[in-house]
């Protein structure tokens, strides 16, 4: 019903140089809703929500507020509209009081007095059901009760459209049915609340709707009980159930080798819920889930990228202690991270400069690799990699986003890896560079480097994998092989079963 309608946003566009991010978006939340946005990295659902919290203007359309036309030009119009954020990092200040925080801008008047500043605070969060007092040091909180005292904010401004940006990605089981509690409340209240989240398993518990955004265009707008989690999957990756790829069986991917090279048990890490994973010599497997499942994370454990918490690893069958990347990388494993930006290139070194790194740290700062022995070692992989770069000695940061992909490859190629990770090798390259790049893979594979490969295309990973294991929420929820192998089955271990599609109202 109109009446119920808060807030739409209608035929959104925004354009970056020589990028559409947004085209004709339409979103509609209602009042007393709790509305999931989805969709995998890059379909838009950031740019949406900075441009109705005014953090980016948009280039086309409209934002209506129950029924009437507003102008959000900044985070300020926002917030006087009635629009807040909680983001998944706290950006409160954890130095202060939980009444500080809540009241921090806006001490006028009555609220200079601590003691009536507390007495207000204890009220509100009260009434909420937030188990923290205004006095409280909010440092000493939990982060999923420091969550709270962000929303507990939100809502004493006069707070209609409340957004929750990943507010779980960070908490434990019970802190999220607390957080579900609170906004089961708030819904109550009728407060809209747009929850962003790539956990499938909580939407189908707390949301009451879902709008799937893809390559930034609307895919729908759909009723929780009407849209069966394998549905949701197949509209967000973009590939229909009965759209089963016809993919060329030209080569056995199938791994006959009998040995083990790498075996882990129980392993977990600060960011990794405890996994076990294996992988023959010359296989190639890999990681597969929506954006946010745990792939990554995963990997990361895997070289002693994060912190690891637990678990036993053998390596040839010889028991092995990974806690750090130099560990990882003495015992045989190359990684290739997901952000080649952040975590991969220098972009400010030479071609040159980024193949040896590995190497170099891998010899030491007092062995240092001889200059003409790096030219070499450069010439040869720009030859065997078809690098295009204007020289050796040319700044990574100025190949192609291809090219800087393979400046990395053959930076763990010349280390002679037994193992080899490769996160999302080909994000963001052009196709024919993503097929030598998977021609590459197939090529190790035959000479007996055991793959770990992980990209969000699913076809990409069926043409290149024997082995898929599956993970959703930071589980590993199936393992697909042989004729498995399929996109259906993919995303129906993914959905999970269908039976659980109950929620709370």
């Known amino acids: 019903m109109q009446a119920e309608i808060l807030l739409q946003m209608k035929g959104i566009d925004k354009k970056f140089p020589g990028v559409l991010a947004l085209n004709g978006v339409d979103f509609t939340l209602r009042k007393g809703e709790i509305h999931a946005l989805m ?23 409209e934002i209506l507020l129950e029924g009437k036309a507003v102008s959000i030009r900044s985070p300020q119009d926002a917030q006087n509209n009635g629009i807040s954020t909680v983001y998944q ?43 923290a007092r205004g006095s409280m040091q909010l440092g000493d909180c939990s ?8 929303i507990a904010r939100a809502v ?24 579900f509690n609170l906004m089961r409340d708030l819904k109550g209240k009728g407060v809209g609340i747009i929850f962003v989240t790539h956990f499938l398993e909580q939407v189908y518990e707390v949301s009451d709707r879902i709008t799937v955004l893809r390559n930034g265009e609307l895919v729908g707008e759909y009723l929780i009980e009407e849209l069966p989690r394998v549905a949701l999957v197949s509209k967000m990756i973009g590939k229909d159930l009965d759209e089963l790829s016809a993919l060329s069986e030209s080569e056995e991917k199938e791994n006959k080798e009998s040995e083990v090279l790498y075996e882990a048990k129980g392993l977990s890490s600060s960011e990794t819920k405890s996994f076990d994973f294996s992988i023959k010599k010359g296989e190639v497997n890999g990681f597969t889930g929506l954006l946010g499942s745990g792939r990554s994370e995963s990997v990361r454990a895997i070289f002693g990228a994060d912190k690891v918490n637990s678990g036993s690893i053998k390596i040839k069958g010889k028991d092995v202690k990974i806690t750090k990347p130099i560990d990882a990388m003495k015992n045989g494993i190359g990684y290739l991270a997901e952000d080649r930006k952040r975590d991969g290139i220098i972009a400010e070194l030479s071609v040159r400069e980024n193949i040896i790194l590995a190497m170099q740290v891998m010899n030491g700062m007092f062995k240092p ?41 053959a930076r763990w190629l010349l280390t002679h890896p037994d193992y080899l990770i490769l996160d999302e090798p080909t994000r963001g390259i052009d196709v024919g560079t993503k097929l030598e790049i998977q021609k590459l893979v197939l090529k190790l594979a035959k000479e007996g480097v055991s793959v770990t490969f992980i990209s969000s295309e699913v076809e ?23 004729k498995d192998l399929s996109q259906e089955q993919v995303m129906k271990t993914i959905a999970g079963g269908e039976a659980k599609n109950e929620k709370d109202n």
């Open 39 to 61: 969709g995998e990295n890059g379909a838009g659902k950031s740019t949406l929500i900075k441009v109705l919290t005014g953090v980016y203007q948009k280039d086309g359309g």
């Open 89 to 131: 990092e706290i950006t409160l200040c954890p130095n202060l009081t939980v009444s500080e925080n809540m009241f921090i801008g806006r001490e006028t008047g009555s609220f200079i007095n601590a003691k009536k500043r507390e007495k207000r605070a204890d009220e509100i969060l009260q009434s909420l059901g937030i188990p």
């Open 143 to 150: 982060l999923a009760v420091q969550q709270m005292v962000a």
């Open 156 to 179: 004493d401004m006069n707070c209609k459209v409340l957004i929750l940006d990943e507010p779980t990605s960070s908490l434990d089981d019970k802190e999220v049915n607390m957080l």
């Open 369 to 409: 690799i001889s200059k003409s022995e790096q030219e070499a070692f450069a010439d040869e992989y720009i030859k065997v990699l078809n690098i295009k770069t204007a020289s050796k000695e040319t700044p990574v940061g100025s190949l192609s986003g291809g090219n800087q992909q393979k400046v990395i490859l």
């Open 460 to 482: 990409e990973m069926l043409r290149t994998c024997s082995r898929l294991i599956v993970m959703r929420d930071r589980n590993i929820v199936g393992e697909l092989k042989g």
